[in-house]
């Protein structure tokens, strides 16, 4: 969703940058840099359907920023994929991997299509034509693109075949969030849902209040939401409404997370969970509850609904759930909001780690990724919060002051090329 009413998704991502930029006094110059991304590749998908008729998909990648590494960012299928949208997620992307200090640049990627519609033999025929208008772009030391929304591990498992087909041998570093017997990594598929648990639990924490018993509303049950509910509710919080596209659930003496689940596999939706009562998205982000987790798409939270909130929390399980307008409601309504660059940053900060893993041929046990992923997302958290709290500011201008900050200065010790 690049937009919705009148909310640009990138105007808002730049928004953020622009402030950041005023807060941190950042030169004019590397302002003017990090506005705009590296580069920027629009390809058309022919794919053959299977009635023997061929389809044009429009496919796009971009590569906001290298300064500190290889860019690395996800690609997703859904029809209202635009430029301005995988411009945007790619900014996003360069200051989710600096505010939690790995060695990347951010990177996005898209094909403009409803897979829903789509056999999984034309998925793949697609798949391997836009991975193949890409060759180029990406690779290990260069783009190493992840899954998205509506994309899994059997499509990044084709990338890594096409690309391999390509240079003549395998190249699992070239993908993450691959399946585990080519290469992929333990703990990959439930990454993002952990790591937002562990950043609730520190902002809990740091605002007096314990994980057990706190109550839990999951905007987007998906394999982002649905990871979290389950193992937020494992650390005794209580999962109180959720939802998907087709509408949601609620129960205020908390859903049972693992009945929904399996309804979620069993009928592809989060409506008519016989385990409690019928409630719009609308109404879901008005439930009163501790921490409200968005894990969706971009623009939840507007200017018109910003007012309605009624969490004490707000943690951002997608990127760009929030305007620019609605965070100063927040802000000015004393609502305590954990960004997205933060907050949903496990799934990249593994995706790390399969990258990792992947170039040395050695691989980690899941409990060793899951520890060092706390790790990272644990400092990462505390940094930000003592950020905001000696700036005097919000988290999320905490959080893109660090992330800003520290691409600043790798441009800074690099200089601009010649």
């Given at each position: 969703m690049?937009a ?5 998704v ?5 928004q953020?940058?622009d402030e950041?930029a ?6 004019q110059g590397i ?7 590296k ?7 022919p ?10 998909f ?10 500190r590494g ?11 994929v ?20 790995i060695?990347?640049?951010?990177g ?30 990406i690779g290990?030391?260069e ?5 998205d ?7 990044m ?5 096409t690309y ?9 570093a070239?993908?993450?969030?691959k ?14 849902g ?38 937020f509710?494992d ?10 596209i087709?509408?949601?659930v609620i129960?205020?003496?908390?859903l ?13 939706y ?6 409690g ?16 987790v ?7 939270f ?18 760009g759930?929030?305007?620019p ?36 041929h ?16 644990v400092n ?9 709290c000696?700036?005097k ?26």
């Amino acid at each position: 969703m690049s937009a919705v009413g009148s909310v640009n998704v990138l105007d808002s991502a730049v928004q953020q940058l622009d402030e950041a930029a005023e807060l941190i006094g950042l030169e004019q110059g590397i302002h003017a840099k990090l506005r705009k991304p590296k580069r920027a590749l629009i390809v058309s998908v022919p794919t053959r359907m299977d009635d023997g008729s061929f389809e044009v998909f429009w496919g796009y990648r971009v590569q906001h920023n290298m300064d500190r590494g290889p860019c690395k960012g996800g690609i997703r299928y859904h029809p209202s994929v635009t430029l301005d949208e995988v411009i945007a997620l790619s900014m996003w992307m360069t200051w989710k991997c600096a505010v939690v200090n790995i060695p990347y640049g951010g990177g996005k990627g898209g094909v403009v299509c409803d897979p829903s519609t789509i056999s999984m033999g034309e998925l793949e025929r697609m798949t391997r034509r836009f991975v193949s208008e890409l060759i180029e772009m990406i690779g290990p030391e260069e783009d190493i693109p992840a899954p998205d929304v509506n994309t899994n591990d059997r499509i990044m498992g084709w990338l890594m075949d096409t690309y391999s087909m390509q240079v003549g041998y395998s190249v699992p570093a070239v993908v993450t969030g691959k399946p585990i017997a080519i290469g992929g990594s333990l703990g990959r598929a439930q990454a993002t849902g952990r790591g937002i648990v562990f950043v609730a639990r520190e902002a809990l924490r740091t605002r007096g209040m314990p994980v057990e018993g706190a109550t839990a509303v999951v905007q987007g049950y998906g394999k982002v939401g649905g990871a979290f509910a389950e193992l937020f509710a494992d650390m005794g919080a209580k999962i109180i409404a959720a939802s998907d596209i087709t509408g949601g659930v609620i129960n205020r003496d908390g859903l049972d997370t693992a009945a929904l689940t399996a309804h979620v596999i069993d009928t592809g939706y989060v409506r008519d969970f016989p385990g409690g009562d019928a409630i719009t998205n609308d109404e879901l982000l008005a439930v009163e509850c501790d921490v409200l987790v968005p894990a969706a798409l971009e623009n939840v939270f507007t200017v018109d609904n910003a007012g309605s909130v009624q969490a004490k929390m707000i943690v951002e399980g997608a990127n760009g759930p929030t305007t620019p307008e609605a965070h100063r409601i927040f802000v000015e309504r004393g609502v305590f909001v954990v960004p997205d660059i933060l907050a949903n940053a496990g799934g990249v900060t593994v995706s790390y780690f399969e990258w990792c893993q992947g170039l040395q041929h050695l691989f980690w046990t899941e409990d060793e990724v899951n520890r060092r992923m706390e790790s990272v997302m644990v400092n990462a958290y505390n940094e930000v919060y003592a950020c905001a709290c000696e700036r005097k500011i919000d988290m999320r201008n905490a959080a893109m002051a660090v992330a800003v900050g520290r691409v600043a200065e790798a441009i800074r010790l690099r200089g601009i090329y010649p």
